[in-house]
């Protein structure tokens, strides 16, 4: 099997990458919180996971590929404090929050299409997974790793020796209480809600947490709906089992998500690592280092790109050419630069003429053009290497069009760039016109006056050529 390194956050290493089964790899990303659009931050992480599995593909590896939509229990901040992000949608929107969570779901899944993102083989929603996570609390309070406080569940982070381990939290700075402690309910600073009812400080004022709720549940703690962190771990292991292969997310997982999700999950089982490879995605930030958030009135969303007349891969290409591990600065000098970028080497795909190759296409002739290309994607993801190598190649005299476009097409298996696809162009209707003329000519035999208007065409800067279906022209 070839030769894969990935960086593993947890170790903070490139790692060659050894699967539990080489038979099928078991991934887990997590999804989006379904109370608006996506913006194209968020996209630019789909799209670095998307590039992972075409990766692995690459391998020859089989996916399973799990990603939760969540619709219930995330708040503003990512630790338990603010707003339920679900019902401040809703009160934006004057809707519920049950149809805030479902349009969002489908356009995301809209975005996903545009991306052109291989979609994940199962999509849990929180929402139905209630039991499951219900259960997952039920065995870490079995295992002594949960307290109640002010009518909520919480996690004991004192409990499990390697909390915070993932982001690298010592023990010194657990106890100092770097965040700020707002939660008066919470033994110790890095404890998170499992649970939630309608809860009250212990001092007896009253929080706003569960306030003005619509989805709430049963449960043996009574009703109420759980913490944001319990649906991953539950959900993963309901699908994947108690070990997985990778998990991903964005950079801002690490300290508080994904550490509570580790905690969950290796405390709930005892089984250790829950995840072999952390993976996480850098931020899209804008022009004054600003990370791009779902709360901001600033965030950018495909459709916006559209709107300007943005092909949704020119984004694709955009984000390619930035390392996933490094920050990305978008601004819209860089996606001009990306829509032609991405033009002209589909014009140089189109121009590639397959029908005079002498031998029968061979995508792995050209080997050192391929190798290059495997060695950088294998490089822990290395597309803006895989990119540079993709034009070298377009680019090589010596090499035949129909190796080219046979090699191509397998390095578009990893780019998903689509680089195959024929440009969209328009045809003027004084062109249009010639083209009817000239059919008719041939039809008629009239050769003289067949080629009195291919040159006509032919001047007013289009190629001829005739197929099948009569005269067909593109820009030259
Ligand atoms: P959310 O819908 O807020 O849960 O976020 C969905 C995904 O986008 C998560 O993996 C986040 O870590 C990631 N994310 C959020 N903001 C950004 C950003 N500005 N750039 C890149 N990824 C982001
Ligand atoms: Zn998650």
Request: one cysteine or more; proline letters at 4%; aromatic letters at 10%.
């Amino acid at each position: 099997m070839a030769n894969l390194h990935l960086y593993n956050t947890m170790t903070r290493q490139k790692m060659p990458f050894k699967p539990l089964n080489p038979a099928e790899i078991k991934l887990y990303t997590c999804g989006p919180t379904v109370y608006n659009f996506a913006h194209i931050g968020n996209l630019r992480t789909y799209i670095f996971e998307d590039l992972l599995r075409r990766v692995l593909r690459w391998n020859g590896y089989q996916v399973k590929h799990v990603m939760n939509i969540t619709d219930v229990g995330h708040l503003t901040s990512d630790a338990d404090e603010g707003e339920d992000k679900m019902l401040k949608g809703a009160k934006r929107e004057k809707k519920t929050v049950w149809e805030i969570a479902e349009y969002y779901a489908q356009a995301f899944l809209e975005d996903m299409d545009r991306l052109n993102l291989l979609k994940p083989h199962i999509k849990p929603k929180a929402t139905d997974h209630i039991e499951a996570m219900i259960n997952q609390i039920k065995q870490l309070e079995k295992n002594g790793l949960t307290y109640e406080s002010g009518g909520n569940i919480y996690f004991d982070t004192s409990k499990l020796s390697d909390y915070g381990k993932l982001a690298q939290l010592d023990k010194q700075e657990l106890q100092a209480g770097a965040r700020v402690e707002v939660d008066k309910n919470k033994k110790n600073p890095h404890d998170f809600v499992l649970w939630f009812t309608k809860s009250k400080f212990l001092d007896n004022s009253e929080s706003l947490k569960g306030e003005g709720q619509e989805m709430q549940w049963d449960s043996p703690w009574g009703r109420g709906y759980p913490g944001w962190h319990i649906e991953c771990s539950s959900m993963a292991q309901k699908y994947l089992g108690q070990q997985m292969d990778i998990h991903c997310g964005g950079i801002d997982h690490i300290p508080v998500h994904h550490t509570n999700e580790l905690a969950q999950a290796e405390g709930a089982t005892f089984k250790k690592p829950w995840v072999q490879y952390w993976m996480h995605g850098n931020f899209l930030v804008l022009k004054d280092k600003e990370k791009m958030a779902k709360s901001d009135t600033n965030f950018l969303t495909l459709q916006a790109l559209m709107d300007k007349g943005y092909d949704p891969l020119d984004y694709r290409y955009f984000c390619l050419q930035s390392h996933y591990r490094k920050e990305l600065r978008f601004d819209w000098e860089g996606m001009n630069a990306a829509r032609t970028g991405l033009r002209r080497l589909r014009n140089k795909v189109c121009k590639l003429n397959s029908d005079n190759a002498t031998t029968a296409p061979q995508p792995l002739h050209n080997r050192s053009t391929t190798e290059r290309f495997e060695t950088a994607i294998n490089d822990d993801l290395n597309l803006p290497e895989a990119l540079a190598e993709t034009w070298n190649l377009i680019d090589n005299p010596e090499i035949s069009d129909a190796d080219k476009l046979a090699t191509i097409k397998k390095f578009d298996t990893v780019l998903g760039l689509q680089l195959d696809k024929k440009l969209k162009f328009q045809i003027p209707d004084s062109i249009q016109k010639l083209i009817i003329e000239r059919n008719k000519a041939r039809k008629d035999k009239d050769w003289e006056q067949s080629d009195k208007l291919r040159d006509e065409i032919q001047d007013a800067g289009f190629i001829v050529k005739d197929g099948d279906g009569g005269t067909e022209v593109q820009p030259k």
